[in-house]
């Protein structure tokens, strides 16, 4: 009732707000003022927040406009001119900065770190208020062995699973409190874990129909779509057929796909191809996740890469891309060993890296590019690209996160460093430190081109994901390294990239982590800044807004956000956290609310299905 109100009141006083000049306006204004305080059914106390003085950028791409924004309870109720009579219970200054919808992370890793801190530190101050979760793994469903086996791998931070569903568990994170929205894909990864665990082998019809099913239900729970990350065991084992089932399950409810690729280098085209197949063959958008070509003989793949995403759009598919604005990946040393060795979970990979023969094997692959070792028994190869090799050395190859105590120390150091320490080759020294950590190890490997980064950051289809958690530099976070894109990824595309760099307006950059991610995702009144939409509103100043954060020193907060508002609470003041916690659980368009039994098709485009 407070929005219809407050509306009636906006409505009353624009008509007189573009034609008022001077003292006259003053006069005119003080007189709708006082007429509106006379009239309680338009009172503008019913007003709680108004941005004040800046260039508002409704995020569809559209330069800015000089307007105020109304905001009652968690909607935007009115854009409106300058001058007029509107008064608020809080008043938010933005003179002489840009106002625009809040960004949206596509790919963020803080479903863990929110746990441990709800405040989204490194991610608020660059105005991020949606994370979207969901690269392969997603934190349901869960088994009671997959549940055992996440408490036991638990590295410096500790937290209880009381949840088996995607949806208890964002639901479980929004009730703790967390500053951002929330959002995730459910894994094709974790579905596949939770019918064959980590074995290499094909799903049976039946197995494959329960996959699917644990598709429908998450979808049903608000999933966005399916991601998977296919470089990795045990997603690599999967086949095409199986990642479209699992699509056309998610399609069902609205829902898209988005893929780490089962390769960023030597099999690229190959990658993409089958990415395009699966958008295809199950009829819905399709997103490749953090787009590159990594190693330097495969630079060239990258305009390859977006000449072919351009034909499968001129042919009516929807297809698309997210990227971090970074030269260097970060994954670990899992993506530095065959998937061969590393079937069956970390347990079994860390006994087989033990054994003699099976050691020699692994090294004998790292070492020769697409060999196929001979000598360790029975299995089944598949094709695999080591980043390590990728990167041109060893010294391009950093370590960032260990697990063990005694480990720690090594954080920091290039493999080359380590190895030199310990007199050991590049290739035994990231088995031992697996072995050691018991762990895959959290690596940063320098893959990418500048050049190519500017090309991808171009593509008006590109959005961005920092491929990070959101933390802050202090307390636990403290215990490991990062890399600069946990902080800084956004505020580098628009202050690096956009403002100095010139690869587009400032309305498009914008748009780029605003609207577009919400077309791709049927996010219903996310982000916009419109009339209607959800109060996710960031205030920063285009010509200071950077990132501060380095390969070297990772864990700096970027600079140039001044206000971000959550839900149309104030989370970001004049650059300081609130210590506010408004964010909500964003639901994709399968949704089906508590008391329906099951929405399925019917709930595609249902009006407010976010809340």
Known sequence: MRRWIAMLFVLAVLPACGSLRGDDDRASAKAQKEQARANPAVSPDQVDVLVRGGLVYDGTGAPGQPLDVVIVGDRVTALVPRPHAIEARVNVDAEGFAVAPGFINMLSWADIALLEDGRSM???????????????WSDGPLNETMRKTMLEEQGDIKFEIPWTTLGQYLEHLAGKGVATNVAS???????????LGFEDRRATPEQLARMQELV????????????????????SYSNTEELVALVKAAAEFGGGYVSHMRSEADRLPEALEELITI?????????VYHMKAAGERNWPRMAEAIARIERAR??????????????AGATGLDAAMPTWVQEGGIDKWVERLKDRATRACVIEEMQNPGRVCKGAGKRTYQPWENLMRLAGSAGRVKMIGFKSAALKPLTGKTLAEIAALRGTSPEDTAIDLVIEDEYRVDTLYFLMSEENVELGLRQPWVTLGSDAESSAPE??????STHPRAYGNFARFLGHYVRDRKLMPLEQGIHRVTGLPAKHWKLKDRGCLQVGCYADVVVFDPATIIDRATFDRPQQYAEGMRHVLVNGVQVLKKGEHTGRTPGRVVRGPGWCPPGEADCGKNALHRAGFEQ
């Open 185 to 195: 894909m459910v894994g094709a990864t974790t579905v596949r874990i939770h019918e």
């Open 314 to 327: 001129a042919e009516g598919l929807s297809i698309s891309a997210n990227m971090y604005a970074y030269t």
């Open 279 to 287: 958008g295809r063959e199950a009829k819905t958008h399709a997103e």
């Open 122 to 136: 490194s991610d608020i101050k660059q105005g991020v208020t949606l994370e979207i979760f969901g690269e392969g």
């Open 216 to 235: 429908r239900q998450a979808m049903r729970e608000g999933a966005l779509g399916v991601g998977s990350s296919l470089i990795y065991a045990p997603a």
């Open 475 to 480: 307390g636990v976070f403290l215990k490991s």
